[in-house]
């Protein structure tokens, strides 16, 4: 599979420009200068910065000049300590993958769709320059198979808008269900030399989302080990999530995680991406704060190990909090384990 160089490993800087409460102080604390030169330490080549738009633009949609030079200051930091970026708008005006965002609408209203277009031809105009480290991701989780006409022709159009100011800039573009490997597939826009697929990967969801208190169907007191069985996962996702991961179904009951599940729940996709001769990408994957250490270092060592096995590049999520934090105090013990093998 053709590998996208310079973007193999890296992390996610979620929380700072987005799902946020978009104050001065989040913008200039939350992550510092030391945060980057901390994440090349750990071997990384690149970070993942999601945006919101509020970040970017008025309630009118008119340009936000201080988000940008927040913007500017990131990529600045990034470039200091040798680290590529991937700027990923994390919501745009009428959809975001949170329902709790409250925007709506975006996949049927020319108006909405006109303004991602402004949006993005806005970022290319200044970023398109820094093509040799910056990429885009037009747009986080497209989450419903309904969307996806809509959105392959949204994607379609703005790649062509974005070209005119970035020709060169690597572009990425996921599918359905939350960026779901299981939709690569369904991705269908034309052909483009700096083309990259995207897609997420929390699989097991009953391992890596055990206790989301914000998952209206689980118990946040819930607890699922790394070693829990096929039968066991199926069983809890369930009673907790209404439904089981996909790709229980297909093995006995009392399988249990390994590299090769994730090497099979990849396939799809890579051949997807093979036969396009398009470069594969997993712009999230992580372990909820809720699990063991212990346990989410296992689940690491075997995700990292099919990335490996296809060359699939990949930022984890995510830096500091977030209910996923690999910096944070609890992570102490396992994260010089954990650095060897991003």
């Known amino acids: 599979?053709?590998?996208?160089?310079?973007?193999?490993?890296?992390?996610?800087?979620?929380?700072?420009?987005?799902?946020?409460?978009?104050?001065?102080?989040r913008y200039r604390n939350f992550i510092r200068e030391e945060d980057f030169a901390a994440i090349r330490a750990c071997g990384?080549?690149?970070?993942?910065?999601?945006?919101?738009?509020?970040?970017?633009?008025?309630?009118?949609?008119?340009?936000?000049?201080?988000?940008?030079?927040?913007?500017?200051?990131?990529?600045?930091?990034?470039?200091?300590?040798?680290?590529?970026?991937?700027?990923?708008?994390?919501?745009?005006?009428?959809?975001?993958?949170?329902?709790?965002?409250?925007?709506?609408?975006?996949?049927?209203?020319?108006?909405?769709?006109?303004r991602f277009y402004r949006l993005w031809e806005r970022i290319a105009e200044r970023y398109g320059k820094l093509s040799d480290r910056t990429a885009f991701e037009l747009l986080n989780e497209v989450t419903e198979e309904s969307f996806m006409p809509a959105w392959n022709r949204i994607a379609a159009e703005c790649i062509r808008r974005i070209r005119v100011f970035?020709?060169?800039?690597?572009?990425?573009?996921g599918g359905y269900w939350h960026n779901s490997a299981l939709s690569v597939r369904a991705i269908d826009v034309p052909e483009d030399a700096h083309l990259v697929y995207n897609f997420h990967c929390y699989e097991p969801l009953?391992?890596?989302?055990?206790?989301?208190?914000?998952?209206?169907?689980?118990?946040?007191?819930?607890?699922?080990?790394?070693?829990?069985?096929?039968?066991?996962?199926?069983?809890?996702?369930?009673?907790?999530?209404?439904?089981?991961?996909?790709?229980?179904?297909?093995?006995?009951?009392?399988?249990?995680?390994?590299?090769?599940?994730?090497?099979d729940f990849f396939a799809d996709a890579v051949r997807a991406a093979e036969e396009r001769g398009i470069p594969l990408y997993c712009g999230e994957y992580g372990?909820?704060?809720?699990?063991?250490?212990?346990?989410?270092?296992?689940?690491?060592?075997?995700?990292?190990?099919?990335?490996?096995?296809?060359?699939?590049?990949r930022a984890a999520w995510s830096w500091r909090q977030m209910d996923f934090g690999l910096s944070d105090a609890r992570m102490d013990a396992v994260r010089p384990e954990l650095i060897r093998n991003l």
């Open 287 to 313: 372990v909820i704060d809720r699990s063991r250490p212990e346990d989410a270092l296992v689940w690491y060592r075997l995700i990292h190990r099919a990335f490996e096995h296809y060359g699939i590049g």
């Open 166 to 173: 970035a020709p060169e800039t690597p572009v990425l573009v």
């Open 206 to 263: 009953i391992f890596t989302h055990q206790g989301a208190h914000w998952m209206p169907t689980m118990d946040p007191a819930f607890r699922i080990p790394v070693t829990a069985s096929f039968g066991e996962m199926e069983e809890a996702s369930r009673k907790m999530l209404g439904s089981f991961s996909a790709g229980f179904d297909r093995y006995p009951p009392e399988t249990r995680l390994s590299t090769e599940y994730f090497i």
């Open 44 to 114: 990384a080549d690149h970070v993942r910065i999601p945006v919101d738009y509020n970040l970017l633009e008025e309630e009118d949609g008119t340009p936000r000049e201080s988000g940008y030079a927040h913007l500017d200051r990131a990529l600045g930091y990034a470039e200091k300590n040798g680290l590529n970026a991937v700027l990923d708008l994390h919501k745009t005006a009428g959809f975001s993958f949170d329902p709790d965002e409250k925007e709506s609408g975006f996949f049927e209203n020319e108006k909405h769709q006109e």
């Open 1 to 25: 599979m053709k590998v996208w160089k310079g973007f193999q490993k890296g992390v996610d800087l979620g929380g700072w420009f987005s799902q946020c409460d978009y104050s001065e102080e």
